[in-house]
C-alpha cells in the first residue's frame, strides 16, 4: 500500500457488492482519494471479486476498514463530512469542494442509515436522477463526486 495525503476521503457505509467497491477502489486511485470501508462488509477484504474489479491498481490503494461510525470519525480529519443520498434537497454540485472532504456513501440495498441523514440534515447532498431508476450505482456515484470535487480545483 502506497501512502500519500489524500485528496478525498471516500466512505462506504456497510457496503455489499464486492465489484462494487473494488470499482470504487480503482476510482480512488485515479484520484488520489483514501477509501474507508465501515463493517459490517458484505464480502471479505481478499475477495476475489473485490480484487478483480481494482484489477492491479489495488496495490497503490490507500485504504483502511473501520469496525463502526465512531471508529471511522476517530481517524478521519476534523471535517464535516458530505452525505450522499437521493432523499437530499442540495444537489452535488452546489457545496465548493475542498482537498481533503470526505464523501460518505451507503450500503447499495439500503444506502445511509436514518440516523447519519438526521444527523447530518445539512450536509446530504444528492445526484439528480430520473424517476424511472432507483438509485446510481455506488461506484458511479462515487466517481460522479469525486470528479466534481477535482473539476472545481482545476
Known amino acids: 500500500m502506497t501512502h500519500y495525503d489524500p485528496r478525498l476521503h ?19 486511485v485515479a484520484v488520489g482519494a483514501k477509501l474507508w470501508l465501515v463493517r459490517p462488509l458484505g464480502f471479505r477484504v481478499d475477495d476475489y471479486y473485490l480484487r478483480r474489479a481494482g484489477l492491479d491498481y489495488w496495490e497503490l490503494l490507500e485504504w483502511e476498514v473501520v469496525d463502526d461510525w465512531d471508529a471511522l470519525l476517530a481517524r478521519l480529519p476534523a471535517r464535516e463530512p458530505y452525505f450522499f443520498t437521493k432523499m437530499a434537497q442540495r444537489e452535488y454540485l452546489t457545496p465548493c469542494y475542498e482537498p481533503g472532504d470526505v464523501l460518505v456513501f451507503g450500503s447499495e440495498s439500503r444506502g445511509l ?3 447519519l441523514l438526521t444527523k447530518y ?14 438509485s446510481l450505482n455506488l461506484s458511479n456515484a462515487v466517481a460522479v463526486a469525486a470528479y466534481e470535487a477535482l473539476r472545481q480545483w482545476v
Open 121 to 134: 440534515a445539512e450536509r446530504t447532498l444528492r445526484i439528480p436522477i430520473r424517476d424511472a431508476v432507483r
Open 10 to 28: 471516500i466512505v462506504l457505509h456497510q457496503p455489499e457488492i464486492p465489484h462494487n467497491t473494488g470499482s470504487v477502489g480503482r476510482t480512488c
Open 113 to 115: 442509515p436514518e440516523s
